[in-house]
Every structure is written in structure tokens, then in C-alpha cells.
């Protein structure tokens, strides 16, 4: 899974394929820290290519709807990450991302 949204860098280059490249359950804090990156494609992620850029979210447990922090998926994230930067009224870079679709 991962996310799709066109965001053009200063560079020109454009991300299209927005996908985890970390998460960490941070215990004291009852909070996850996730780091997103921006690729051209999903093809140059898979390549081993770093990201044309990286996006740090903090979510609470509440943001990923789970009891347990360190119980958190994949799929929570990439949909609180929706949430969040989908939320009415936002100016987030990725507004308007959707699901990438499966190959």
C-alpha cells in the first residue's frame, strides 16, 4: 500500500508514489512517528532510489484508532495520514491523496 498524489518539488522533479520508509512506536509518548517519502515512482522506490522527499508525521494512538500504539498497522497509518492531511480546510501539500492503486 502507499499514496497518490502528484507534488512538484522545487527541483521540478514531480513525487508521485508516497510510501513508509519508517514507524516507531514511541512508548512514553503514546504516540507513532512515521516517516513518508516521496518517489517518482513506485518502479524507482523499488529500485532503491531515496525519496525526492521525506514527510514526518506524528499520530497519536486516537489518530489511528487503536488502544495499543505498538499494535498499530501499516494501513492505520496511511489512513490517519489521509485523514490528516485530506481534514477540510487543509493546505497540506498532499491534500487530495488517495490510495495508490494495486498493480
Known sequence: ???????????????????LISMQSVLGSA????????????????AGNPPLQTRFFRLTADQLGVT????ATSAEVYSAILSLVNASGSTDPLNGATTYPAS
Open 1 to 19: 500500500m502507499a499514496l497518490s498524489k502528484s507534488v512538484t518539488m522545487p527541483t521540478g522533479a514531480v513525487a508521485t508514489y508516497w510510501s
Open 31 to 46: 504516540t507513532c512517528n512515521v516517516y513518508l517519502g516521496g518517489y517518482i515512482s513506485s518502479a524507482t522506490q523499488s
Open 68 to 71: 495499543d500504539i505498538t499494535a
